[in-house]
């Protein structure tokens, strides 16, 4: 199994971002599609994830309003929209996927993505 995340790069605060996760390797039926940040120092934080089946969304309410997550089956690919982007939100922003109930904890996921860099500017 591959997740190959993209999209990451620099903006200036307020700006946006669109973050892509492409998975590969097997059938994802039951999984579900997890975007986590880490910032310098930091321990890894859950964002938002989304269930493959159902498109089931649950969203830090750190991110709530201004991140949306989205999941294309057709491309197997996961998407992470952020908008009005703040200085705070400068992070490695990785994917996973795993079949855990406990969505926000890292530990339970099987799979994950290389990472990709977000750095906001103030």
């Known amino acids: 199994v591959q997740l190959q995340a993209s999209g990451g790069g620099l903006v200036q605060a307020g700006g946006s971002l669109r973050l892509s996760c492409a998975a590969s390797?097997?059938?994802?039926?039951?999984?579900?599609m997890t975007w986590f940040r880490q910032a310098p120092g930091k321990e890894r934080e859950f964002v938002s994830t989304i269930t493959w089946n159902l498109g089931t969304i649950s969203t830090a309410d750190s991110v709530k309003g201004r991140f949306t997550i989205s999941l294309d089956r057709a491309k197997k690919t996961v998407y992470l929209e952020m908008i009005s982007l703040k200085p705070d939100d400068k992070a490695v922003y990785y994917c996973?996927?795993?079949?855990?109930?406990?969505?926000?904890?890292?530990?339970?996921?099987?799979?994950w993505g290389q990472g990709t860099q977000v750095t906001v500017s103030s």
């Open positions: 996973a996927s795993g079949t855990t109930s406990s969505y926000d904890r890292s530990i339970g996921y099987r799979y």
């Open positions: 390797g097997r059938t994802f039926t039951n999984y579900r």
